[in-house]
């Protein structure tokens, strides 16, 4: 089975902190996303990479960016967090037919 | 672009009755459909999906959907819902040839009551 695994769970940080969201995968899968989640939006793509060093910008890339140095591994990244980034971030990876997702990690800004 | 539209927030029946949680979606071409279910302070569970083939497809913990391109729908069904049932679910459309533009519906909360 897929596994893709979130750093986090629950995370709290204040106004302008840099925060650092972690996923990995374990199936050598090639496309990665991050989305967040918030009630009545569904899931919104922030980033996606389909490659080592490869990135393209979602729907909401704005006060985010990403890092991928290795296939297994994606990170988002929040330069300064801001309140109105408190959500729920989705990890996902892909390789043909649709997408594997993490547990999630509840992220709420001071 | 495509995206998908689940009309409904919010679904409630009881346990024992048939379910439906509906979804339409615009694509141009031949759609991917997905099924996806969240349970509380969880990521997203894949369910089952339609690429091509039947109409019909069937997928995990007894759930099936069906395919209509007239409508433009793949609603989500099951014949006999379970208290267990009570979660999130969202639909989701991706183009035939792009794997990385998978557009989501807004989510419907199905609630299930013994």
């Known amino acids: 089975d897929v596994k893709v695994t979130q750093s986090s769970r629950y995370l709290v940080k204040r106004t302008g902190e840099k925060v650092f969201l972690e996923c990995v995968q374990d199936m050598d899968h090639e496309n990665m996303f991050w989305y967040r989640q918030d009630p009545g939006l569904g899931l919104r793509l922030i980033y996606f990479?389909?490659?080592?060093?490869?990135?393209e910008k979602g729907d909401i890339p704005e006060g985010y960016s990403v890092s991928r140095e290795k296939k297994e591994r994606f990170s988002l990244i929040l330069e300064s967090a801001s309140t109105n980034q408190t959500s729920m971030y989705l990890c996902a990876s892909s390789l043909a037919h649709g997408q594997f997702f993490g547990p999630g990690t509840r992220l709420t800004v001071l | 672009a495509q995206s998908v539209a689940q009309p409904e927030d919010q679904v409630n029946v009881a346990e024992g009755n048939p379910l439906t949680v509906k979804c339409t979606y615009s694509?141009?071409?031949?759609?991917?459909l997905f099924w996806y279910v969240q349970y509380p302070n969880r990521g997203l569970q894949f369910l089952l999906k339609?690429?091509?083939?039947?109409?019909l497809v069937k997928g995990s913990y007894g759930f099936e959907a069906e395919f209509n391109k007239s409508q433009t729908s793949f609603h989500l069904k099951k014949p006999s819902a379970l208290v267990s049932d009570s979660a999130l679910y969202f639909c989701a459309v991706r183009g035939l040839y792009n794997n990385n533009d998978m557009r989501f519906g807004a989510g419907t909360r199905l609630t299930v009551k013994p």
């Open positions: 694509v141009s071409g031949n759609p991917y």
């Open positions: 990479s389909y490659d080592v060093k490869m990135k």
């Open positions: 339609y690429i091509t083939g039947d109409n």
